[in-house]
């Protein structure tokens, strides 16, 4: 039950917004967000909880919908250090086998 | 602090043979959990070690084994490697066995190439 990611790449201008979707099939207890470069370990952005509770980088937004389990990345003003693939985990609410389950993730490019 | 370190960093086998992956976490966490990432399959779980013992498994064949020292360091090994194995794999750790809040710091990735 691999939460899906949209869009699955997108390329925007510096300076643009992006949003990038997680959605599951699945009752959620958190989602959580990482981002990865190119040959490098993927980098933690955000948890969000199921009742609202958020711990994450200070530039970053992101908003998590309980009823739809679905998780939205916000991010403005596009820089190009954002590149890189971002992928949603997910942890389901009824503490499953796996740490946590992540999606395919979405490639974003940032061009001057 | 330093961060996860992982090794090797590059591993190149052939089939049949059986390989052991080495990941160090960062100092005070105490779980360690093994991922696979392959361009088709993303990101996926193959098990978590807390205290020595393996607290959760993901859908692997028994192939895929790991344990856990008393300093945290973890070891993961692949028994008679297959094509599909060719990967890079990747261990997160963090401070407790927990869930939710619980942040998972990635090492850099072991690349395993079986030919």
């Known amino acids: 039950q691999q939460p899906v990611q949209s869009p699955q790449a997108v390329i925007l201008r510096e300076g643009e917004d992006a949003v990038i979707n997680c959605s599951s099939s699945k009752a959620l207890y958190s989602v959580h967000w990482y981002r990865q470069k190119h040959g490098e370990a993927p980098v933690f952005l955000m948890i969000?909880?199921?009742?609202?509770e958020q711990k994450g980088h200070e530039k970053i937004s992101a908003s998590f919908n309980e009823k739809k389990q679905q998780s939205s990345l916000y991010l403005t003003a596009s820089q190009l250090s954002y590149s890189g693939t971002y992928f949603c985990?997910?942890?389901?609410?009824?503490?499953?086998?796996?740490?946590?389950?992540f999606g395919t993730g979405t490639r974003l490019t940032i061009i001057p | 602090k330093a961060g996860v370190t992982q090794t090797p960093r590059y591993l190149i086998k052939t089939r049949g043979q059986q390989v052991t992956l080495s990941c160090s976490p960062i100092s005070g966490h105490r779980s360690v959990s093994w991922y696979q990432q392959t361009p088709g399959q993303g990101l996926q779980f193959l098990f978590e070690y807390f205290s020595e013992t393996q607290r959760n498994k993901g859908n692997f064949p028994g192939r895929f084994s790991g344990r856990q020292f008393s300093n945290s360091r973890s070891e993961m090994n692949v028994s008679t490697l297959e094509l599909g194995d060719s990967a890079l794999y990747l261990c997160?750790?963090?401070?407790?066995?927990?869930?939710?809040?619980?942040?998972?710091?990635f090492g850099p990735g072991t690349r395993l190439t079986v030919l």
């Open positions: 997160a750790s963090s401070l407790e066995s927990g869930y939710s809040t619980d942040t998972q710091y």
């Open positions: 985990g997910t942890e389901g609410v009824n503490f499953g086998n796996e740490k946590l389950t």
């Open positions: 969000l909880l199921k009742g609202g």
